[in-house]
């Protein structure tokens, strides 16, 4: 009994020690129960976050894209109110159904959001999103249909000398597939990196989606790092951007090692969009016959460019190939999109040298929410025969 009695002294002493080792609980708090992003009946959206002693809050999104005035189409921070407490609130105006980026600021600080998990990661920092739901929003949903594979490739480049990844995108049921698959270059914008397009993109949902409509033929989708050296490369041709070298000589290579993938041009597609809708109009004009499908979205160059391109570079405005791309798809995010205007005058020096393309629109500026709506638009275009 003696030694029965030691044995319980011990536990209820072990107990003790660990409960008393074990931190206190934090006292409750409105962030508790707090919902950084309701979205109302009416479509309205209360972002909230818990500052009670901050001085100055702001939200910002793309989703003030959506409601601004047309002829001042940039990005605002909104004010944010505090109330008794010490939770800061800003309500939108109704906003369609779709996925939509937002970043708080406080006391100038940017902040993620500490109770949204959805993070989109850029080059240099991270932002939250959301979907807000609705029928509209569903292309881009997580739906109960069969999913592909999103991967992280890593490598060291012999190009920049340091190691690098990018992301790849491989369909449902890729793994029992025996046939080698089309390939999509799938190309972010400046500032954004290899995860965007997975991200706030929702490329992979977007595609399984499509995949279960049977809209879409099956192929694999690789998205690369669209800056990956030192310096911020916008100009005419593909000669310094160390990209264009990463992408031919590393990236592509590895791909075809690591997957089932065919190399044929016309079985291989580039698509970016801003800075990489640029890398893809340099690819169009200077290097045309390495892929059969290029489409550059919400850009366009700059007027110095422009000039250029027409005063050194008259034959490759005329280089044959460029024709023969089965589909040269330019879109843009209606005049609000930043790059409407440069995006026009290209235009403009295509039609004066005899270069077919298409175009389109999805009238949301220059933001994912265009993007992801182009790619939705195009892709069920890819690799038919």
Not at 44 to 51: D, L, N, T
Not at 203 to 212: E, G, K, V
Not at 302 to 314: A, D, G, I, T, V
């Amino acid at each position: 009994m003696n030694l029965l009695k030691s044995i319980c002294l011990l536990a209820g002493l072990s107990v003790i020690l660990v409960a008393e080792a074990q931190p206190p609980r934090p006292p409750a708090s409105p962030n508790d129960t707090l919902n950084s992003t309701k979205v109302l009946p009416d479509g309205r959206v209360v972002f909230a976050i818990y500052a009670p002693e901050a001085s100055r809050v702001t939200v910002s999104g793309d989703y003030a894209i959506v409601i601004a005035d047309p002829a001042s189409p940039f990005s605002r921070d909104q004010e944010m109110e505090i109330n008794e407490e010490g939770v800061w609130t800003y309500t939108t105006p109704p906003l369609p159904a779709d996925a939509y980026s937002y970043v708080f600021t406080v006391d100038g600080v940017r902040t993620l959001d500490p109770l949204n998990t959805q993070v989109k990661e850029s080059e240099n920092n991270l932002s939250n999103y959301f979907i807000l739901p609705g029928k509209a929003s569903e292309y881009c949903q997580n739906l109960n249909v069969p999913h592909g594979k999103v991967e992280m490739v890593w490598f060291h480049s012999d190009v920049t000398k340091k190691m690098t990844r990018f992301h790849v995108y491989t369909p449902p049921g890729y793994e029992k597939m025996n046939e080698n698959l089309p390939v999509l270059v799938l190309q972010h914008g400046g500032g954004d990196n290899d995860a965007s397009w997975s991200t706030i993109g929702r490329a992979n949902f977007i595609m399984d989606n499509l995949y279960a409509n049977d809209l879409a033929v099956p192929m694999v989708i690789v998205m690369p790092m669209g800056h990956p050296g030192e310096g911020f490369f916008m100009g005419l041709g593909i000669d310094e951007d160390p990209y264009y070298q990463q992408l031919f000589e590393e990236i592509l290579p590895l791909l075809q090692q690591q997957y089932k993938v065919k190399t044929d041009r016309f079985n291989t597609a580039f698509a970016g969009l801003s800075m990489g809708g640029l890398q893809a109009l340099n690819i169009a004009l200077f290097a045309p016959d390495k892929f059969g499908y290029v489409l550059p979205l919400s850009t366009g160059y700059f007027e110095p460019q422009r000039k250029l391109l027409e005063e050194n570079y008259p034959d490759v405005l005329k280089n044959p190939e460029i024709n023969q791309l089965k589909l040269f798809w330019i879109a843009m995010g209606g005049e609000r999109d930043i790059a409407f205007q440069n995006g026009e005058a290209v235009n403009k020096i295509f039609d004066k040298y005899g270069i077919r393309y298409q175009t389109n629109t999805y009238d949301a500026g220059h933001t994912f929410m265009t993007w992801r709506h182009n790619l939705l638009e195009f892709a069920p275009l890819l690799f038919r025969d």
